[in-house]
Structure formats: C-alpha cells, structure tokens
C-alpha cells in the first residue's frame, strides 16, 4: 500500500476523554487509565472513526452500538473472535464497555464477549477471507 493510502493514525494522549476521533488507542490502556480514575467499565464514550487495538477482549455490557465497524481480521470465520463464557455471573479478564458508540471504527486483535443475542450478530456478519 502507498503512503498515500494508508490511514494516518494519531494516537491518542487522553485517554481519559470522552470523545475519540480519527485516533487509535490500546484497549489495555485505554483501560487502565479508567481503573486509574476509580472506574472498572469503560462508559459513556463515542469513538468515530478511531482504531481499537488488542490483543484483547471486549466484554459489550449494556447501551453499546456498533455503526460501521470493522470487527478484524477473521480469516474467513467470523467465530474466531467470539468468546463464550462458561458462567453465568460474568467474565475475568475482558474489558468491559457499557453506553459506548462505536462509529466506523476498525479492531485489530480483538475478541468479543458478552450477551448471546450479541454474540450471535456477530456471528451473522458476513466475512470474507
């Protein structure tokens, strides 16, 4: 790919904003900057046009939409990044996001988590390889 086609990325310095746009961004850090400020869910932020980065796994809890995004790369089977729980209380581990708009934003080495009604639109989704 040319310079001129690739997406010029900036990344993002606070991360403890509530408006993310055109940036990319650690999901881990992104994290810990919350637990840093005393929360354990990300919430209540809109991410436009930004890339999420792994590896990780997004635990999708209440409020979260979705609108033109690029869930990664699957290498054809869209499964690879669904992640089910054995329990029926939770998950250890993943990053949990609740009231979060995602808005043609992309992921890279990510998985996802959360209620099967979720789990199973991401498994609709058309893939290519």
Not at 53 to 61: C, H, K, N, R, W
């Amino acid at each position: 790919m040319s310079d001129d086609q690739q997406t010029p990325w900036v990344l993002a310095e606070t991360l403890s904003a509530k408006a993310f746009n055109g940036q990319a961004m650690s999901l881990f850090e992104l994290y810990r900057e919350c637990v840093r400020g005393g929360q354990m869910v990300i919430e209540d932020r809109t991410f436009t046009n930004c890339r999420l980065e792994g590896p990780a796994v997004v635990a999708v809890l209440s409020g979260v939409n979705f609108d033109s995004t690029d869930f990664g790369y699957t290498g054809g089977d869209v499964g690879r990044i669904v992640w089910r729980t054995a329990s029926t209380t939770g998950v250890v581990g993943a990053i949990p996001f609740r009231n979060c708009q995602f808005k043609g934003c992309s992921f890279f080495a990510t998985g996802f988590t959360g209620p099967e009604a979720f789990l199973q639109q991401i498994l609709a989704l058309k893939t290519h390889p």
